[in-house]
């Protein structure tokens, strides 16, 4: 297989395991570009990349940027917050502003779920989603798995523990869906209050209690409580939440096996996570950014091929 199914990455849920595994061998093609003095080369030269952001971002965008500028494409960043969505154009219609412009890619962030996925059946061209709400965050999910593979040198049959808000986290959902398909067990880890009732559906185990999870994983991704799509209150306080969720060197330590650490970021250091676990030997935090330019590379490399079909 040399070349992905869809003209879209939309989700982990819709990728094959021809598919994974070409994004994963590309991306180390890649990622051995990224460590040559000349970080850099033509294949997208020939094309314009639009990032359309509707929410904030700090990593995936610079990621998607870095990416395209390293696979020499004309890139044009939107964002929402400074554009014409607040004098009320529609998404569509400032996505047909866009395409007239002969943009030939889009990477879309949007906090409603299935954003991406509407205006992916709207146009032509390949759009990535970059984060659509509480849905998927398809391309964090495979740099996920890239540094686990390259880390524990497979995912199969490993145990791997998702620790947080899981209710909130799209990064949850598309990691569940890929691990599955490559074979991991997963562990699902927070207050009930933040479990979705239908999770156990996915094939996945869920536990309340961190250390039992510790105890049992090869791997802990940690997530961020994102207060910012909770209407209502799910745990008494942050501090509380801190005291039973959150992972210290003191607990780490106390675990009789070594456990890698990882988070998707942005860290709320003394949260979910400690200085002195996110600083670690045991964390992964930083290769997994790292990572993350070289998994985009290949996604648009990959996808660069279905821009005329
Ligand atoms: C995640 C996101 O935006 O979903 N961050 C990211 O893309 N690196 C997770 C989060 O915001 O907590």
Not at 267 to 277: A, K, L, P
Request: charge should be positive; charged fraction near 25%; glycine fraction near 4%.
């Amino acid at each position: 297989m040399n070349n992905l199914n869809s003209k879209d990455i939309l989700g982990t849920r819709d990728l094959s395991i021809e598919e994974i595994n070409l994004i994963f061998d590309t991306a180390k093609k890649f990622k051995e570009v990224l460590s040559r003095p000349i970080k850099k080369v033509p294949s997208l030269r020939h094309l314009t990349v639009a990032n359309i952001f509707f929410e904030n971002s700090t990593r995936t965008k610079l990621s998607f940027e870095l990416a395209q500028k390293r696979l020499s494409a004309d890139v044009i960043n939107f964002s929402s917050s400074v554009s014409s969505v607040k004098k009320g154009e529609s998404l569509l219609d400032t996505i047909n502003n866009i395409l007239v412009m002969k943009v030939d890619m889009i990477v879309m962030r949007h906090p409603n779920p299935g954003a991406p996925h509407f205006v992916a059946n709207n146009i032509d061209i390949p759009v990535i989603n970059a984060g659509d709400g509480t849905n998927e965050h398809p391309t964090q999910a495979l740099l996920d798995s890239f540094s686990i593979i390259e880390k524990l040198g497979s995912i199969k049959n490993k145990k791997i523990a998702i620790i947080g808000d899981i209710s909130h986290s799209r990064v949850a959902i598309s990691n569940i869906h890929l691990l599955k398909k490559l074979g991991a067990q997963i562990m699902l880890c927070g207050p009930k209050t933040l479990m979705p009732k239908y999770i156990k559906d996915m094939g996945v185990s869920v536990r309340n209690n961190v250390r039992e999870a510790l105890e049992w994983c090869d791997v802990a991704n940690i997530l961020r409580i994102q207060l910012e799509r909770q209407n209502e209150k799910y745990f008494p306080s942050i501090r509380e939440y801190s005291l039973y969720y959150g992972i210290n060197k003191e607990l780490l330590d106390s675990i009789k096996k070594d456990v890698i650490i990882m988070h998707p970021g942005p860290i709320n250091r003394g949260v979910e996570i400690s200085s002195d676990v996110a600083d670690s030997n045991k964390s992964i935090i930083l290769d997994q950014v790292e990572n993350g330019v070289a998994v985009r590379m290949a996604i648009m490399y990959l996808l660069s091929f279905h821009r005329s079909s």
